[in-house]
């Protein structure tokens, strides 16, 4: 029930920093926290660089309280102190130094007076590890719009690739679409080749020039994104032909007639109503909002009235869904 990520695959890691992280641990066991990590490996070898990537993909959440953004802001400060414990075991100062110290100030993290900062939100956390690992590991950007995504699509990425038959079908889909490459064709106009990836798997996408000149600004990959095109059936592997590109909060406006939120009673934060009160009001809209009560006893549905109609678009679902996970 775990997923094993090879250490060397992480971007500026490096084989030969691998290498002297894993003879460490094997020689002296695992590492306890960041500062015992930073303590116990040679800055020559495992370097600010290696550290930081090793920070962001989130390498040291199974052994460290402090969150990732804590890390990476207080990283210098931990490096320079581990630094110079280094040298002073190296000098035969390090064991005087060790007898000396009280329990008491045995916590670095306070003694090194390391500043605590908010977590990167989710989105920054996942482009960390996309753009370091090429995978996204602890969630992804379309989690909080996946029923919007089902909702606006007519098939999935990975349904595609187990369709029968020779014919172009025309299809709507439904993510994140990425530029691979953009360049001049035969007749000196540009278009592009470009990658969308949903829930469940990635196609390589082409943007003829008429595509490519109208929607060349949805390349970005920041905002979810409606695509209707075509997909030759009789291509092996098969890609998808962009004809229409729309903005998915935009074709959710359209297509989305009420907006029901489920709320487990038992487990409503502490304000968690007032809080939800202030997301629908700054969310004001034309669709009709519900709530759904559910608790061990049962249902119970309420409408609410025309001040709380809201525009259903993705940071309201995400918000709600953070304010009650």
Partial sequence: ?????????IKNVGEAAVEVLIAEREEN????SFIDFCERVSTKAVNKRVVESLIKVGAFDGCETLNRKTLLENMETVLTYSSSKQKDLLSGQGSLFAALESDENKNENT????????DFDDKEKLGYEAS????????HPLDSVRNIIE???STTIEKIKDLKGQDKRDMTLAGMLTSDR??????????????LEDLTGKIDCIMFPRVFAEYQEFLDGEDPVVIKGTVNLAEEPRKFFPQKIFKLNEQADLKVSRVRISIDIERVPRGGMDS?????LSHRGSVPAELNFISRRGEAK?????DFFVNPHPSLVTKINDLFQ
Wanted: glycine share 14%; aromatic share 8%; no cysteine.
């Fill in 276 to 280: 939800l009160k202030g997301i629908l």
């Fill in 132 to 139: 370091l690992m090429g995978i996204y590991v602890s969630g």
């Fill in 111 to 118: 003694l090194l007076d390391l500043q605590i900062v908010e």
């Fill in 29 to 32: 066991g695992h590492f306890i």
């Fill in 182 to 195: 953009v360049f001049i064709s035969r007749k000196g106009d540009k278009m592009a080749f470009a990658s």
């Fill in 302 to 306: 309420m409408n609410l009235g025309k």
């Fill in 151 to 153: 909702e606006l699509s």
């Fill in 1 to 9: 029930n775990t997923i094993r990520f090879g250490m060397g695959a």
